[in-house]
């Protein structure tokens, strides 16, 4: 019996994206078509899935009433959420990767994007 099963190699690492026309809405972004990750650029060749999560993490999973929670978890509020898309590279890598639009800080309110993990079949 043979059965089909994913690894994961997790990285958590700061990447920088590359768009050919940047999107529309930058805290709602699209698929990149490349990363740039560690120095090298990986060409995206193929989006495989795309998904959101707009869990409210830390202190903002506090900050808000339940009637807003709520209508919150299906949309999005401000600074929460992040946009996941599952990516083919042209090397045949697949990777997990996400725009989180959490703000950093004062002075970064636009989010970061994460090379969140490497998909390895068995």
């Known amino acids: 019996m043979n059965i089909h099963a994913d690894k994961y190699r997790f990285i958590d690492s700061l990447i920088t994206v590359v768009y ?5 809405y930058e805290k709602k972004p699209d698929c990149p078509n490349a990363i740039e990750w560690d120095g090298e650029v990986f060409p995206i060749r193929e989006m495989l899935n795309e998904w959101v999560d707009y869990t409210r993490r830390g202190r903002m999973a506090r900050n808000m009433s339940d009637a807003h929670s ?6 999005g509020s401000w600074g929460v ?38 998909i390895i079949s068995l």
């Open 20 to 24: 050919n026309e940047p999107p529309m």
């Open 81 to 118: 959420g992040r946009f996941f898309f599952r990516v083919r590279v042209e090397s045949g890598r697949i990777f997990d990767i996400y725009y989180d639009r959490a703000p950093q800080g004062i002075d970064e309110r636009k989010g970061h994007w994460i090379l969140f993990r490497e």
């Open 70 to 75: 709520k209508t919150a978890a299906g949309r």
